[in-house]
Every structure is written in structure tokens, then in C-alpha cells.
């Protein structure tokens, strides 16, 4: 029974972190996109989701093109 008790702690406490990191790295995900952008505003394109009315619009691409280096 305690076996049991502390793998299902061990499932929760792994997904809290799995939604934790997840906030995260929307938050340096969108950090980067302003970045970039700033620096970069011809080279960068940024596509964001979301609902139309809605406050928040994440990014859900990010692409940055430099052209040929060669």
C-alpha cells in the first residue's frame, strides 16, 4: 500500500515538473522571438496561436533566415 502511495507521489511530482518546464520554455521561447526580431526584424518571422480575442498570443513558430553563408 505505501509502495503504491509513494509511485503515484512519484507521478505527480513528475508531472508538476514536466508543466513547470513547460512554462518555461514558453516564457524563453517568447523572450528569444522579441530578441530576435529586435535585432533581426527582416530576417525573423513569428507565427502565434491563440484565440482571436484573447490577450495572450504565444508563439508557436519561430524562424530566422540569414541567407547563404557561403
Known sequence: MVEDFDQALE??????????DKS???DL???LATK??????QETEITR???LLSNKKPVVS???TLG???
Not at 36 to 41: R, V
Open 11 to 20: 507521478v505527480d511530482v513528475l508531472a508538476c515538473s514536466l508543466q513547470m
Open 24 to 26: 518555461a520554455s514558453g
Open 29 to 31: 521561447l517568447e523572450y
Open 36 to 41: 530576435l526580431s529586435g535585432a533581426l526584424p
Open 49 to 51: 496561436g491563440g484565440w
Open 62 to 64: 519561430l524562424s530566422v
Open 68 to 70: 547563404d553563408i557561403g
